[in-house]
């Protein structure tokens, strides 16, 4: 059994016993981890309260056989996640980078860059960077990350570079636009404007840069959370819980 060190976002913590929570965290070494916290809940327990849903902290955890859930022995605070005290649209913005964490990563599979995006990503919403444009870098991060970036500029079957204008076949299943060629026939495919690839692909370019200002316009903004939704929910198997929660229509 061996004590590993790394740094962790927690994402979920759930009471186990009178003193004890289970917790999931996305570590930068690990992935996804799930641990036994003894003695979290206590008042002056051994982790300081450092278990704090969406906490930036540094651990040493052992780990456990394949099935049974790791032992977390140290956690020491780092950075909290302020935006729970202030601002609702960006505790749940927090929220949903925790969602997308747990429903697009498997336990013990590390992604590193991931982790990086999250935690900036964070860091961002509790520092006022523009939301909107947050929130989607951070998904098309994770996109990439889980080998599910969307095709935008050339058809996502034959890999023909499209022009746009007006409107644009996006096909969710396999996560692209499509050429006019390639569109009869196929199925799940929705009509998205061509401001809204133009901005996921402006985003997608921007990768790693926290945006000053935001650049969305805000009337495109209604129509892209459609299209980010359901795709996601073509992805994950069903719509995430807090996507309705971003802001804006998300009826398709
Ligand atoms: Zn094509």
Same mark, same amino acid.
């Given at each position: 059994?061996?004590?590993?060190?790394?740094?962790?976002? %927690?994402?979920?913590?759930?009471?186990?016993?009178?003193?004890?929570?289970?917790?999931?965290?996305?570590?930068?070494?690990?992935?996804?981890?799930?641990?036994?916290?003894?003695?979290?809940?206590?008042?002056?327990?051994?982790?300081?309260?450092?278990?704090?849903?969406?906490?930036?902290?540094?651990?040493?955890?052992?780990?456990?056989?394949?099935?049974?859930?790791?032992?977390? *022995?140290?956690?020491?605070?780092?950075?909290?996640?302020?935006?729970?005290?202030?601002?609702?649209?960006?505790?749940?913005?927090?929220?949903?980078?925790?969602?997308?964490?747990?429903?697009?990563?498997?336990?013990?599979?590390?992604?590193?860059?991931?982790?990086?995006?999250?935690?900036?990503?964070?860091?961002?919403?509790?520092?006022?960077?523009?939301?909107?444009?947050?929130?989607?870098?951070?998904?098309?991060?994770?996109?990439?990350?889980?080998?599910?970036?969307?095709?935008?500029?050339?058809? %996502?079957?034959?890999?023909?570079?499209?022009?746009?204008?007006?409107?644009?076949?996006?096909?969710? *299943?396999?996560?692209?636009?499509?050429?006019?060629?390639?569109?009869?026939?196929?199925?799940?495919?929705?009509?998205?404007?061509?401001?809204?690839?133009?901005?996921?692909?402006?985003?997608?370019?921007?990768?790693?840069?926290?945006?000053?200002?935001?650049?969305?316009? *805000?009337?495109?903004?209604?129509?892209?959370?459609?299209?980010? @939704? @359901?795709?996601?929910?073509?992805?994950?198997?069903?719509?995430?819980?807090?996507?309705?929660?971003?802001?804006?229509?998300?009826?398709?």
């Amino acid at each position: 059994m061996a004590a590993e060190k790394t740094h962790a976002i %927690v994402l979920k913590v759930v009471e186990f016993s009178e003193s004890s929570c289970v917790v999931t965290l996305f570590t930068e070494d690990f992935g996804k981890v799930g641990a036994l916290a003894k003695g979290a809940r206590r008042p002056k327990g051994p982790f300081e309260g450092a278990i704090d849903l969406l906490a930036l902290i540094r651990i040493v955890f052992l780990r456990k056989s394949s099935d049974s859930l790791d032992l977390l *022995t140290e956690a020491k605070l780092e950075r909290r996640f302020r935006s729970a005290q202030r601002d609702l649209a960006r505790l749940y913005a927090g929220y949903y980078v925790a969602e997308l964490l747990t429903e697009l990563t498997e336990r013990g599979d590390p992604h590193p860059a991931l982790f990086q995006a999250a935690d900036r990503t964070l860091l961002d919403l509790d520092t006022g960077a523009p939301l909107v444009e947050t929130i989607v870098r951070f998904e098309l991060t994770a996109l990439k990350e889980a080998g599910h970036s969307p095709s935008l500029s050339g058809c %996502v079957i034959c890999g023909r570079e499209i022009k746009f204008s007006g409107r644009v076949p996006f096909e969710m *299943t396999s996560g692209g636009v499509l050429c006019e060629n390639c569109r009869p026939g196929r199925r799940g495919v929705v009509s998205v404007s061509s401001q809204v690839i133009d901005a996921l692909r402006k985003i997608s370019l921007r990768e790693g840069e926290a945006p000053a200002e935001p650049f969305l316009d *805000t009337t495109i903004h209604g129509e892209l959370r459609a299209v980010l @939704n @359901n795709y996601f929910a073509h992805l994950v198997g069903h719509r995430l819980r807090m996507s309705d929660s971003l802001g804006s229509s998300t009826k398709q």
